[in-house]
């Protein structure tokens, strides 16, 4: 249900922003439209390879591999290994949420999995290395990414206080 109320408001959204597009102005409606079409086109099968690759990860890797590592009972030491799994994961979302969900249906634990998806959202080595100490000092990229440390941490800890979803 609430996959369905998300996509009457994505798409309520596209329509609103399309009207008010094409009130301005129809070139900027045709535009945007081949624009979007063409982002669609090239992005539709990184999401189809990512997707087709969780599921080789998740028949290759056994999951007592994933359990013994990321499991419920490996409790902080498998929120660490998290945290530096999700900081070494390269790749964009589709990366880093397959493996996560990946993780999840082969018995991960909760806060591990929990810990890995924020720990690669913040750390991202590669992303840290080619993205942002090309377009931010490097002092500045080390100290976001040391003030970040206790995020993945907390957001374990939040998770084993609340309980699993």
């Known amino acids: 249900m609430t996959a369905l109320i998300i996509d009457i408001l994505l798409w309520g959204s596209l329509a609103g922003v399309s009207i008010i597009a094409w009130r301005q102005d129809k070139t900027v409606l045709t535009s945007a439209l ?5 982002d669609f086109i090239g992005i539709v099968p990184r999401i189809a390879l990512g997707v087709i690759g969780s ?16 499991g419920p009972d490996t409790g902080w030491l498998g929120v660490a290994t998290a945290v530096v799994a999700g900081a070494a994961t390269p790749g964009g979302p589709v990366v880093g949420f397959s493996i996560g969900a990946v993780a999840l249906k082969s018995g991960g634990g909760t806060p591990q999995v929990v810990a890995y998806v ?14 942002e100490i090309p ?10 990414c040391a003030v970040s440390v206790p995020f993945p941490f907390l957001a374990a800890a939040l998770v084993m206080l609340i309980g699993k979803p």
């Open 135 to 144: 377009f931010m000092p490097a002092r500045f990229v080390w100290f976001r």
């Open 55 to 70: 599921g080789f990860i998740a028949a290759i890797i056994p999951s007592e591999v994933i359990v013994g590592g990321l």
């Open 118 to 131: 924020v720990a690669w959202a913040l750390f991202a080595f590669q992303r840290v290395i080619l993205w």
């Open 34 to 38: 081949r624009n979007g079409g063409m």
